[in-house]
């Protein structure tokens, strides 16, 4: 079975360029994060998604940043205009429904954003 | 983040037992994880403890918590090689939202 899919797996972009990061979650998952790591931070979760609705964006750092799930095998997460701090691993994970819980959460390999 | 806490780095020799501590602040965490990144690669969940048993073991690995003191620690028993990476201690409060310590990097020696 696929996993968790992300791209691009790596991106390197100029100050104030759009990037746009894309993720597959696995079939039948309706729980969709998006998680971003940094050595100072670690792991901070910056949105998630139920059946394609934001949940919780209070993660999400600034205006910049948006995120949307148009159905349920596609999100994006967009920064406009990137900025050299936004550089990190950004994660996408999904989560089968509540029946399902037993808190694992599948992570996709990460995209690495360096902003120059 | 600032809700979980743990050491950045760990060094252990090959064939000793390594101990990962973590700190959280939310009194209502239901589930305690502890996740395993390797390196170029996403976390995978390791093990998880229910926030009403105090330990829990899984052959080599054995989960402890201390619920009072809000301590929880992962005790790799005989650590190889292959057991170098980040470790992530992680907490939810029943539904799937899960938050993420800074993790610990572990590192052997052989």
């Known amino acids: 079975d696929a996993g968790v899919i992300q791209s691009p797996r790596h991106e390197v972009t100029e100050m104030g360029q759009e990037v746009t990061l894309r993720c597959k979650p696995i079939s039948g998952h309706d729980y969709l994060f998006w998680y971003r790591q940094t050595m100072m931070r670690g792991l901070e979760l910056l949105i998630y998604f139920n059946n394609n609705v934001p949940i919780d964006d209070s993660g999400m750092p600034e205006d910049r940043f948006s995120a949307k799930m148009p159905n349920a095998s596609f999100s994006t997460l967009k920064i406009q205009p990137s900025e050299p701090r936004d550089s990190a691993v950004y994660f996408c994970a999904s989560s089968p429904p509540g029946g399902e819980y037993t808190g694992e959460l599948f992570f996709g390999e990460g995209s690495r954003l360096t902003v120059l | 983040g600032e809700d979980v806490e743990q050491s950045l780095f760990l060094s252990v020799r090959e064939g000793d037992s390594s101990v990962i501590n973590c700190t959280y602040t939310d009194s209502s965490s239901t589930y305690l994880y502890w996740y395993k990144q390797e390196p170029g690669a996403g976390l995978q969940l390791l093990t998880y403890?229910?926030?009403?048993?105090d330990m829990k073991q899984d052959q080599r690995l054995t989960v402890l918590l201390n619920k009072k003191d809000k301590h929880l620690s992962l005790r790799i028993a005989d650590t190889q090689t292959g057991d170098s990476a980040i470790y992530f201690c992680?907490?939810?409060?029943?539904?799937?939202?899960?938050?993420f310590g800074t993790g610990t990097k572990l590192q052997v020696i052989p």
């Open positions: 992680g907490y939810s409060g029943g539904y799937q939202k899960v938050t």
């Open positions: 403890i229910f926030s009403n048993m």
